[in-house]
């Protein structure tokens, strides 16, 4: 009986957590949910992809957006690539950061600890931090102060460009968006609501397991470090549809993986290529619609 009571208080405890979590979530929320300008978003997408192109490639993609190359380097050790672009006509520079591509970023994904980070004062994925610091300490000289400066990248890139994005905010550069693809979680909701007032729109596909990593445990929720996504997350669903979450919503959408075996659909639905052609075919014509999430509430902690 004692063993009951107890059990009971416990999921009552975890109840109350959620309801509080939501109010939370609903403070977080920047704006309104409101249509997606896939026209900014492609041309984003087109820099994440361009970044994973050699040198020259990069180049010609760079200029056919009427930007010029100003920096594209590689990080000895880690191996994280990325670029900087620079328009000067309307006085904005791009950042783009590539995703996981060899065993040295696959080492940098699975660092999932969260530590300190001293220059934010936020807690950060500890591998994630690593590599944006190091990305940061080259960009820096070549930032121009006074130009708008957006942040993209898909994957890995995209958790790097988030963090990057902290640190553009912290020493007062002018942050104008991050668009990110695919990218999986950096911070926990302390973090989350301290760069509420940055700009972020998170682009995933329904099937993508990353963006949902690591997977949201509502049992966990007493854990101060649980993980937590920030800004706006677009799903591009099928015919061109999308749908726009953000907060507990957003969070709660992992259950439908814990449901069915992952497959190579997963990764297929990962790719940067693929969001490049389906953010490419809602440029002309999308509509917004509800996402229908498949988890109950009342329901999250099980039956007795």
Do not use: C
Request: no cysteine.
């Amino acid at each position: 009986m004692l063993y009951r009571l107890k059990l009971v208080m416990l999921k009552l405890t975890n109840f109350f957590i959620v309801l509080m979590l939501i109010f939370i979530s609903a403070k977080l929320t920047a704006d309104e949910l409101d249509s997606v300008n896939f026209a900014v978003l492609h041309q984003h997408a087109i820099f994440a992809q361009a970044v994973y192109q050699s040198e020259d490639d990069v180049g010609v993609l760079i200029e056919s957006s009427n930007y010029s190359l100003t920096l594209y380097h590689t990080i000895p050790g880690t191996q994280i690539s990325f670029l900087l672009a620079t328009n000067e006509l309307t006085r904005t520079q791009i950042i783009a950061v590539r995703g996981t591509s060899n065993i040295e970023n696959a080492m940098i994904d699975i660092s999932l600890k969260l530590v300190l980070d001293q220059k934010t004062g936020i807690r950060l994925h500890n591998g994630f931090s690593f590599a944006a610091k190091q990305v940061y300490a080259e960009l820096k000289p070549k930032l121009k102060p006074d130009y708008k400066i957006n942040v993209t990248g898909h994957s890995l890139g995209g958790a790097v460009s988030l963090i990057l994005a902290m640190y553009l905010d912290a020493d007062q550069f002018n942050v104008e968006q991050v668009t990110t693809f695919g990218q999986p979680k950096v911070t926990n909701i302390a973090g989350a609501n301290k760069i509420q007032h940055i700009k972020v729109i998170r682009v995933v596909t329904p099937l993508d397991l990353v963006p949902l990593v690591p997977l949201f445990d509502p049992l966990d929720l007493s854990n101060v470090d649980v993980y937590w996504h920030t800004g706006k997350e677009v799903i591009l669903l099928a015919n061109s549809q999308y749908a726009v979450l953000e907060g507990t919503e957003s969070m709660l959408r992992a259950s439908s993986f814990t449901q069915r075996l992952l497959s190579e659909e997963n990764l297929q639905h990962h790719q940067m290529r693929l969001y490049l052609n389906m953010v490419r075919a809602r440029i002309k014509s999308s509509k917004l619609v509800p996402y229908q999430n498949n988890y109950n509430l009342f329901n999250l902690f099980g039956s007795e």
